[in-house]
Nanobody, 115 residues
Framework: QVQLVESGGGLVQAGGSLKLSCVAS????????MGWYRQAPGKQRELVAT???????NYADSVKGRFTISRDNAKNTVYLQMNSLKLEDTAVYYC?????????WGQGTQVTVFS
């Protein structure tokens, strides 16, 4: 059974930092692309960043230069380092294991940025 468990969310003042973690189990983590997505209230879920098995990364324009995605295959973990957080970064952040024919989602972790 594949499980993705996120952690690291919380309350942070604008301009601050948080680091999210997502631990995967029940699947060969190292061979899969991993992603972070987010969903703000009343909005659709959107891509934040992805990282391939080879370490290639991709970011949404809104987070480029502020967020960094990374992975530790030995720990079956993907991270999202979030710096210079803005009010508009407030959302539930989801980890996704991207594979065909089926992808898997974590349960999400809340990030709230206040002024």
């Amino acid at each position: 059974q594949v499980q993705l468990v996120e952690s690291g969310g919380g309350l942070v003042q604008a301009g601050g930092s948080l680091k999210l973690s997502c631990v995967a189990s029940g699947i060969t983590f190292s061979s899969n692309t991993m992603g972070w997505y987010r969903q703000a209230p009343g909005k659709q879920r959107e891509l934040v960043a992805t990282i391939t098995s080879g370490g290639d990364t991709n970011y949404a324009d809104s987070v480029k230069g502020r967020f960094t995605i990374s992975r530790d295959n030995a720990k079956n973990t993907v991270y999202l380092q979030m710096n210079s957080l803005k009010l508009e970064d407030t959302a539930v952040y989801y980890c996704k294991l991207i594979r065909w024919p089926r992808s898997y989602w974590g349960q999400g972790t809340q990030v709230t940025v206040f002024s």
